[in-house]
Nanobody, 120 residues
Framework: QVQLVESGGGLVQAGGSLRLSCAAS????????IDWYRQAPGKQRELVAT???????NYADSVKGRFTISRDNAKNTAYLQMNSLKPEDTGVYYC??????????????WGQGTQVTVSA
């Protein structure tokens, strides 16, 4: 069974930093793009950052210059380093990845989410 598990959320003051992790586990053969999304209360889920297997990255305009997405393919893990956090960054952060297991079955997986709360 393959799955994604996020960690690293918490409560931080504005201007602070957090680092989120997204670890894929199970019999994994290969992972494509890994994306981070967030959902604030009463709002739709939005794409925050994405990283391709090659390591190329893209960011939402609202987080450019503050957030950095990275991945360690050997560890099947992606990270989201969040600096200069603002109260509007508050929400549940989810990772999403497309991956193949060792039987070459493709999965589009979501993690369970991790809460990030930024106080003013």
């Amino acid at each position: 069974q393959v799955q994604l598990v996020e960690s690293g959320g918490g409560l931080v003051q504005a201007g602070g930093s957090l680092r989120l992790s997204c670890a894929a586990s199970g019999s994994i053969f290969s992972i494509n793009a890994i994306d981070w999304y967030r959902q604030a209360p009463g709002k739709q889920r939005e794409l925050v950052a994405t990283t391709a297997r090659s390591g190329s990255t893209n960011y939402a305009d609202s987080v450019k210059g503050r957030f950095t997405i990275s991945r360690d393919n050997a560890k099947n893990t992606a990270y989201l380093q969040m600096n200069s956090l603002k109260p509007e960054d508050t929400g549940v952060y989810y990772c999403n990845a497309g991956l193949w297991d060792t039987r070459r079955v493709f999965y589009d997986l979501w993690g369970q989410g991790t809460q990030v709360t930024v106080s003013a």
